[in-house]
């Protein structure tokens, strides 16, 4: 039985996710330096469709100041293992805005995972073409 190859940012760069109403990652983005995380979401943002498609994100959302012991230790897991990280709310932002989207909206449930919401803006259209 042949092995299956890991995922990586450079090879979905091709790929073309047709139009879907939703597109939902779990748990990927923290295992991401930002650098790659773009990458991922750029794909996916361009097979996106503004008004239509809603891009939601399943990870945990640090608070800016404050983590509790167990969001400071999946973070720095994070940092040893992968050079990525857990990301708070201003720097998920920041990472959304900075790849693109726009109507960014947290649903958060204390201190585990909460679901992270985003659109492509309408003058994104012309990317697509």
């Not at 748990?27 to 995380?37: A, E, G, Q, R, S």
């Not at 167990?70 to 897991?77: E, G, P, T």
Request: glycine share 4%; charged share 20%; aromatic share 10%.
């Amino acid at each position: 039985m042949p092995l299956t190859t890991a995922f990586s940012p450079e090879k979905q760069s091709n790929l073309h996710l047709a139009a879907a109403r939703g597109y939902f990652l779990h748990h990927i983005l923290h295992d991401w330096p930002d650098k790659y995380c773009h990458q991922i979401l750029q794909c996916l943002r361009r097979s996106m469709v503004p008004g239509y498609s809603k891009l939601l994100i399943h990870e945990l959302i640090l608070p800016n100041t404050g983590a509790v012991e167990m969001q400071a230790r999946f973070d720095l897991v994070m940092m040893t293992l992968f050079g990525a990280m857990e990301r708070s709310k201003t720097q998920w932002i920041k990472l959304l805005e900075d790849a693109g989207f726009c109507n960014i909206t947290f649903y958060e449930h204390m201190d585990t995972d909460g679901i992270i919401e985003a659109e492509v803006p309408a003058e994104v259209a012309a990317f697509r073409a």
